[in-house]
């Protein structure tokens, strides 16, 4: 199974070659296979820590909120640390429910899919340059699958446009079209339909690169409203600040917090939260 830092590079790589977006996306989600399912989730790192916060969520189904503890040696007791857990294999990955997944693959590729729910996505016009019944499934497209049932959809994946899907249920899996009650399916607006793929080069321009985010530095014993910023991010990603929370205090568990989301980015460890790591903060997911 590929870190979560694997992977980012993977796709560093594969837009630096021009890959078509189409190819990033295949690419992508198979690079993800065995990432963790977590109800509402939409690309966070999987830590102890988020696992608690999701299944405390007030929207969390009971039975979705077992699962999420139980699937987590920490969370479940039966281990003190992440170490020897399936999802931690020397390194970070992320965790997604269904329509988590399809909106963050998507991203990866410069496309935006808007809505809460796969409900939501589906009914969200302006996500899609085509939609229709799997019956009517353009060959070699890749594009989203959805499943009816009754009103809503209750689940959706992503067709990889050779027969298979990936999709997030238990985990990041790979399947057939014809596998599960698939009904529907989607293109996404910057993918062109009936396989003619639009906007589908990723071959960088030059430029120089994006601007720095301009946040203040804050380290430990610092004080204010960018510490309490940077404590709500940290807690949303999942990162524990015991009792003390969002203060806007810099201590030392906001000091530990840090250490480990900037572990967990892949970039220096030294407790300071600089441009370099407000960029990284600031990322969606």
């Known amino acids: 199974m590929n870190t979560y830092k694997q992977v980012q590079d993977l796709i560093a790589s594969w837009k630096a ?25 939409y690309g966070q790192q999987c830590t102890p820590a988020h696992r608690k916060a999701y299944a405390q969520r ?3 189904p009971a039975a979705e909120a077992e ?31 269904c329509r988590g997944f399809t909106r963050w693959l998507l991203g990866q590729a410069g496309i935006t899919l ?34 009816q049932s009754g009103s809503t959809m209750s689940h959706t994946g992503m067709c990889m446009g050779d027969g298979t899907l990936i999709h997030c249920s238990g985990e990041v899996k790979k399947g057939k ?12 607006k910057g993918i062109g339909s009936s396989g003619a793929y639009v906007e589908d080069s990723h071959r960088p321009s030059p430029d120089p690169g994006p601007e720095p985010v301009k946040k ?3 380290r ?7 510490v309490k910023e940077m404590q709500e991010i940290l807690l949303r990603k999942g990162y524990d600040l015991g009792k003390w929370g969002a203060d806007g205090i810099f201590g030392n568990k906001t000091l530990a917090a840090v250490k480990a989301f900037q572990k967990d980015a892949g970039i220096q460890a030294d407790g300071i939260c600089g ?9 969606e997911g």
């Open 114 to 147: 808007n809505g809460a729910g796969a409900t939501s996505q589906w009914n969200t016009a302006s996500n899609w340059a085509e939609k229709g019944k799997i019956s009517d499934l353009p060959a070699g497209q890749v594009c989203c699958l959805f499943m």
């Open 220 to 226: 430990k014993g610092s004080r204010g409203a960018a």
């Open 17 to 41: 070659q021009g890959l078509s977006k189409s190819d990033l996306i295949r690419n992508t989600a198979g690079a993800c296979l065995g990432w963790p399912y977590v109800w509402g989730a």
């Open 275 to 283: 441009p370099r790591t407000w960029t990284e903060l600031l990322k």
């Open 177 to 188: 079209v014809t596998d599960r009650g698939w009904t529907h399916y989607a293109i996404p």
């Open 58 to 60: 007030s929207a969390c």
């Open 67 to 97: 699962q999420i503890l139980k699937r987590c040696p920490v969370c479940s007791g039966k281990s003190d640390s992440c170490s020897g857990c399936k999802y931690y294999p020397g390194g970070r990955v992320l965790d997604f429910d």
């Open 216 to 218: 203040p530095t804050v």
